[in-house]
């Protein structure tokens, strides 16, 4: 399930300095960039993920399979991370965001998940 962690951040009169270290629960191999305005859906077998909104905001619905979460990203000090079993959506993008992920796996094509979960109905 998709949480939401505070990066330590150091704050002087020169500015801010953030720091990535010991928070990432996996071994990082894919580093990119995503800029808006856009939509993506997406989801990864075998993969996590740590979303971090380094300008600008945006919105990412995360679909559990039995639940919706929301989550704001609008400062370079938040983290999402997100496990394998999470099928986000990120919305709400803003003209001048910069989405950075760091991700455990390397791109494959074919591991993409565009499908959201179907939720199972029980007649119990």
Known sequence: M???????TFTDTRGSLTVIERVIPFEIK?????????????GRKRMKQAVICLKGNCL????????????VLNS?????????????DMLEIADDSILM????????VPERVREPYQRELSLT
């Not at 992920?101 to 494959?108: I, K, W, Y």
């Open 30 to 42: 894919r580093i990119f960039y995503v800029n808006g305005p856009d939509q993506f859906k997406n």
């Open 60 to 71: 990412i619905t995360n679909h559990t399979g039995t639940e919706d979460q929301h989550f």
């Open 101 to 108: 992920v760091l991700a455990s796996e390397p791109f494959e």
């Open 2 to 8: 998709a949480r939401l962690i505070n990066l330590k």
């Open 76 to 88: 370079a000090d938040q983290c999402l991370l997100l496990t394998p079993e999470d099928r986000y």
